[in-house]
């Protein structure tokens, strides 16, 4: 074996352990806000609090559609393909915003409707 590859080898596990740690890091961080949040906010709160992050969180599954792996892969990076992976990253994102924007204008008079039926027994 010559050392290129075992320097290779070196740099792939290095990275897999740093994007472990980076991956075990935001879990932790979020488990640890979760319970501090469960422990301020009344139930009913929280409830309103786990939609909202349901909604936010959404659009990250998105928010990565493989655009910086097609730069990172490429030796040489054109103007062109730099313009073209931008209009491919904003334009779902608007979508997106758009839905979102779709969604609230219907959840919150519902929301308001709910609350007020229930403050009304």
Known sequence: MDSDSGSLRHK???GTLWSG???AGRQLVSIVSTTILA???PPSAYGVVGLAALFTNFPMIFRDIGTEAAIIQRREISQELVSSLGWMNTLPGAMLAG???QSIM?????????IRDRTSI
């Open 12 to 14: 792939a596990a290095a």
């Open 106 to 114: 219907v959840a919150i008079p519902n929301a308001a409707k709910h």
């Open 99 to 101: 839905r979102f924007v």
């Open 21 to 23: 740690l980076s991956v």
């Open 39 to 41: 422990r301020m906010a």
